[in-house]
T-cell receptor
């Protein structure tokens, strides 16, 4: 079945460590997105990519990095520079320019 | 810029009653709005959308109303069921840049 796969579902990290969250889609969508969700909050855009080898900063890009070497893959690295990384991270892709996002199941990162 | 928000963080309704979840937006340039449903520990799922040239759109048990005069939209769920329990987000479309989400309303269904 087509969809978006995020891994790992749960991840624990020590302070000062970088961690990379995986996002893979087989929907053949061009655009992919990373959102951060905190308790009781809406989704905030971290980075997005509309095409391979290109990506743009979202509203809260500081402390994060991404790459888009393949259409199917859009990994997110949470660096040690991110001051408050504990959150639920959601990856999504967009069908054309419809505005409709298809989400993965999320990755919950906890910094110890 | 776009700002989208919901009026109430929590809404509690009796099973079988109708639910109305509200959302206000600030950017009149948005021409497309989407409602998403997020169950606990999962990613949001598309429920229904509406374009700015429409006032109302109906789906299966759900209706979205758009009032452009007061920049308000609402999601109505008919005959609420236990499976409707979730957090509901409205989102304004920013084109290919993605969506701007409100903070969400947690719908609680009481038996």
């Amino acid at each position: 079945d087509g969809g978006i796969t995020q891994s790992p579902k749960y991840l624990f990290r020590k302070e000062g460590q970088n961690v990379t969250l995986s996002c893979e889609q087989n929907l053949n969508h061009d655009a992919m997105y990373w959102y951060r969700q905190d308790p009781g909050q809406g989704l905030r855009l971290i980075y997005y990519s509309q095409i391979v080898n290109d990506f743009q900063k979202g509203d809260i890009a500081e402390g994060y990095s991404v790459s888009r070497e393949k259409k199917e893959s859009f990994p997110l690295t949470v660096t040690s520079a991110q001051k408050n990384p504990t959150a639920f991270y959601l990856c999504a892709s967009m069908k054309g320019y419809t505005g409709e996002l298809f989400f993965g199941e999320g990755s919950r990162l906890t910094v110890l | 810029g776009e700002s989208v928000g919901l009026h109430l963080p929590t809404l509690s309704v009796q099973e079988g009653d109708n639910s109305i979840i509200n959302c206000a937006y600030s950017n009149s340039a948005s021409d497309y709005f989407i409602w998403y449903k997020q169950e606990s520990g999962k990613g949001p799922q598309f429920i229904i959308d509406i374009r700015s040239n429409m006032d109302k759109r109906q789906g299966q048990r759900v209706t979205v109303l758009l009032n452009k005069t007061v920049k308000h939209l609402s999601l109505q769920i008919a005959a609420t069921q236990p499976g409707d329990s979730a957090v509901y987000f409205c989102a304004g479309v920013r084109g290919a840049d993605g969506l701007t989400f409100g903070k969400g309303t947690h719908l609680i269904i009481q038996p």
